[in-house]
Nanobody, 128 residues
Framework: QLQLVESGGGLVQAGGSLRLACAAS????????MAWFRQPPGKEREFVAS?????????DYTDSVKGRFTISRDNAKNTMYLQMNSLKPEDTAVYYC????????????????????WGQGTQVTVSA
């Protein structure tokens, strides 16, 4: 099973930027559609963004991050990224990366059960 490790979280002021990374354990990473989810304090885990296995294809975002966040991947490095700009306090959450186990790209229709591998999460805190 693919192992995933997130990094890059931290504390930032509103309007600032962070870049999250998701490092995968092996080259099978390139076979998976991937996604970022987040879990705000006291709330359920929610979809943030997803990307086609090759990185050249569909990319989807939840409405609240469109125009501010950019998902990307480098299959040669077995790594996915989430560039987060113009951060807001409501972006505060634990951010998780996940690998699609179904092989059927669903974009914004993804649910948690579509993913078989998850990272441990990285905390992002945005102060007002």
């Amino acid at each position: 099973q693919l192992q995933l490790v997130e990094s890059g979280g931290g504390l930032v002021q509103a309007g600032g930027s962070l870049r999250l990374a998701c490092a995968a354990s092996d080259r099978t990473f390139a076979n998976y559609h991937m996604a970022w989810f987040r879990q705000p304090p006291g709330k359920e885990r929610e979809f943030v963004a997803s990307i086609w296995w090759s990185g050249v294809g569909p990319i989807d975002y939840t409405d609240s991050v469109k125009g501010r966040f950019t998902i990307s991947r480098d299959n040669a490095k077995n790594t996915m990224y989430l560039q987060m700009n113009s951060l807001k306090p409501e972006d505060t959450a634990v951010y998780y990366c996940a690998a699609d186990r179904s092989g059927l790209y669903k974009g914004r229709n993804y649910s948690l059960r579509d993913f078989g591998s998850w990272g441990q999460g990285t905390q992002v805190t945005v102060s007002a």
